[in-house]
C-alpha cells in the first residue's frame, strides 16, 4: 500500500519509490524478473532497480505489486485447475473494470482495476477453510448455472465478495476500495446511492457480467450485460463489442506479467458471435410462435407478428454482417465463404485498382519522425501505438533468378497488396528495396499480428500462383512491437529497433511468418 499511495501521488517521488520497494527483496527480485522476461525484449539484462522502475512505468508498477501481493496462504494447497479458473474470471473482471471506466464512464481506471482484481478474493477464503464442500457447491454452480453471490447468502447469510470487503480492510486498503468490493450487485440499490459511490460499484457489477460471459460462454450473461449497462450509462450492443474485443489482447497481456496460465478457450470474438446467434435464434423462435399462436392479446388488439419476425430475421442478418466483420479485420480471417476464394479475391480486385499505385520511399530518419509524430498522438489520446516491419524473404536468390525488370514488377504487386489489407488500418512506407513499415496508431498488439499474418497469408497465397506460372516462390516476414500507452519522453527508436529484433527473428527461422512483443 505504500507503494499505491507513492504512485498516486501528482509527483513521483522515485528515489521515496525506490527505497519502499528495495524493503521488500522478494518484491524487488519479482520486478527485476519481469522487466527481463520476454514482455520487455530488451537486448540486456537489467540489474539495477532504477533502470528497472523507469523502464516499467508507475501504473504499470502498481499493477504488479497488487498482482504480486496475495498472501500465500491464500493459493497453497489449491487445486491447479481450480486456480486457473479463479486467475481466469479475476483478471477478465480486472481488465474489463479498467476499460469500462475508461471507455465508458471515462474516468481513470485504477481503482476500477484494484476492486476488480480483489473482489473475489473472498472464494480463496471460503475454499481454504471449506474445502471440498466449498469446491463442489462451485463446481455445481459453474456447470449447472445458478447466482454464487445469491446462492452463497442463502447459504452462509453471507457471500464471499462481503467477505472480499473485510479481508481487505483488515489488509489497511483505503476505505473506499473495501466499501466498493462489498457492494451488492443489485442495480436498482446501486442506482439509489449518492452518485459520487454509484461509478466503481456500477463499473464492478458490469465487469463481472463480462467475466461470466467470457468464462461460461452464456448468452444470457450478454443479455443481461446490455440490460444492466442500458441502465447505468445507456449502453447498447454495439458498445459492447469492441469492449469484449479489446480484452482479447489486453487479459493476455497481464496474464503474462503476473506469470499465470490461463485456459485455452475460444477467442473472445468467437463467444461473442456465438453468443449473438443464439440471442437471434431465441427471438426468431419466439415470434414464430407468437405468429402460430395468431391471437389477439388480453386488450383485444391483433398484433402484426410477421413484421415481428421480419424485423427479427432482418436483425439476425445484421448480427452476422457484425461478427463477419469482427471476425474478418480483428482475427485475419475469411468467414463469409470459402478461406482460399475469398484471399484470392481480395488479391485480384484490389491489386488490379491499386496496379499503377507505387509507394515513394522513406529514409530511416523519416521513418523516425513518423514514429514520433504517431507517439505523441497516440499518447495524448491515451491509446496503444503498433510498429511493423515487413521484408521480402530472400530478395538476392529471387534478383539473380528473375532480373531486374521481373523484380520491379513483382514489388508494384507486393506494395498493392499490402495497401489494399492497410489502408484503412495503418500508413505504409517502404523504407528499403525490399522492406516495408506500417505504423498502427490506435491499436494493440493482436490487431496488429492479426493484419500482418493477413499480409503473409496473401503473399503466400500469391506465391502459389506464381509459383504455378513463374517457377519461383514468393515469402514475406513481419516483426511487430508495441506500445500498450506510449509514455512521456519515450525514445522513438526503441519502438523501431523492436520490431527490427523480431523481424530478424523470423528471419532466422526461416521467414513467412510473424513475431511480436510489447515493450515499454
Not at 53 to 64: D, Q, V
Not at 321 to 350: H, K, M, P, Y
Request: glycine share 8%.
Amino acid at each position: 500500500m505504500q507503494v499505491v499511495e507513492l504512485t498516486n501521488q501528482p509527483t513521483i517521488d522515485t528515489r521515496a519509490l525506490k527505497e519502499c520497494i528495495e524493503n521488500d527483496p522478494a518484491l524487488t527480485t519479482k520486478i527485476l524478473r519481469v522487466v527481463n522476461s520476454s514482455v520487455f525484449g530488451l537486448s540486456r539484462k537489467v540489474t539495477d532497480l532504477n533502470q528497472a522502475l523507469a523502464l516499467i512505468g508507475t501504473k504499470p508498477l502498481k499493477l504488479l505489486v497488487l498482482g504480486f501481493s496475495l498472501p500465500n496462504e491464500l493459493l497453497s494447497g489449491v487445486e491447479a485447475e481450480v486456480l486457473q479458473r479463479y486467475w481466469q474470471r479475476t483478471v477478465i473482471k480486472a481488465v474489463a473494470a479498467r476499460e469500462l471506466a475508461e471507455s465508458i464512464w471515462r474516468i481513470p481506471g485504477d481503482d476500477a482495476f484494484i476492486a476488480g482484481l480483489l473482489q473475489d478474493v473472498g472464494t480463496l477464503v471460503l475454499i481454504q477453510d471449506l474445502g471440498d464442500t466449498y469446491l463442489k457447491f462451485l463446481d455445481r454452480i459453474y456447470n449447472g448455472g445458478g447466482n454464487l453471490l445469491e446462492l452463497e447468502k442463502g447459504t452462509l447469510g453471507f457471500d464471499h465478495a462481503t467477505l472480499s470487503s473485510h479481508l481487505v480492510g483488515h489488509w489497511g486498503l483505503p476505505e473506499s476500495i473495501v466499501r466498493d468490493v462489498g457492494m451488492p450487485f443489485d442495480v436498482d440499490k446501486l442506482l439509489a446511492l449518492p452518485e459520487r459511490e454509484q461509478v466503481v460499484p456500477e463499473i464492478l457489477h458490469m465487469a463481472d457480467l463480462v467475466a461470466e460471459f467470457l468464462t461460461r460462454h452464456r448468452a444470457s450473461s450478454l443479455n443481461e450485460l446490455i440490460a444492466v449497462g442500458g441502465r447505468y450509462q445507456g449502453i447498447t450492443i454495439d458498445e459492447v463489442r469492441p469492449l469484449i474485443e479489446s480484452l482479447e489482447t489486453k487479459v493476455p497481456q497481464l496474464a503474462d506479467v503476473l506469470s499465470l496460465r490461463l485456459p485455452n478457450d475460444a477467442t473472445y470474438s468467437t463467444i461473442l458471435s456465438q453468443a449473438y446467434a443464439q440471442l437471434s435464434d431465441a427471438a426468431e423462435s419466439i415470434s414464430r410462435e407468437l405468429i402460430g399462436d395468431g391471437q389477439p392479446d388480453a386488450g383485444g388488439e391483433q398484433h402484426d407478428y410477421g413484421l415481428l419476425l421480419e424485423r427479427t430475421q432482418s436483425l439476425r442478418g445484421e448480427i452476422g454482417q457484425c461478427a463477419s466483420r469482427s471476425n474478418e479485420w480483428t482475427r485475419g480471417t475469411f468467414n463469409l465463404g470459402d478461406t482460399q476464394v475469398a484471399t484470392n479475391a481480395l488479391i485480384t480486385r484490389e491489386t488490379s485498382f491499386y496496379a499503377t499505385m507505387t509507394l515513394q520511399h522513406v529514409s530511416s530518419s523519416v521513418l523516425v519522425g513518423h514514429v514520433e509524430a504517431a507517439v505523441k498522438a497516440c499518447r495524448q489520446a491515451r491509446h496503444a501505438l503498433s510498429l511493423a516491419l515487413l521484408e521480402l524473404d530472400h530478395p538476392d536468390t529471387l534478383a539473380a533468378r528473375l532480373g531486374p525488370a521481373h523484380i520491379v514488377s513483382m514489388m508494384n504487386r507486393l506494395q498493392s497488396i499490402m495497401h489494399a489489407i492497410v489502408v484503412d488500418e495503418g500508413r505504409l512506407m517502404q523504407v528499403g528495396d525490399d522492406r516495408f513499415a506500417v505504423v498502427f496508431e490506435g491499436c494493440e498488439r493482436q490487431p496488429a499480428v492479426e493484419l500482418a499474418r493477413q499480409l503473409v497469408r496473401c503473399v503466400r497465397q500469391w506465391s502459389a500462383e506464381q509459383t504455378a506460372t513463374q517457377g519461383h516462390a514468393i515469402s514475406l516476414s513481419a516483426g511487430i512491437a508495441t506500445l500498450a500507452m506510449p509514455p512521456k519522453n519515450f525514445p522513438c527508436q526503441d519502438l523501431i529497433d523492436a520490431a527490427e529484433r523480431c523481424l530478424h527473428g523470423v528471419q532466422l527461422s526461416g521467414g513467412d511468418s510473424v513475431k511480436s512483443i510489447d515493450i515499454y
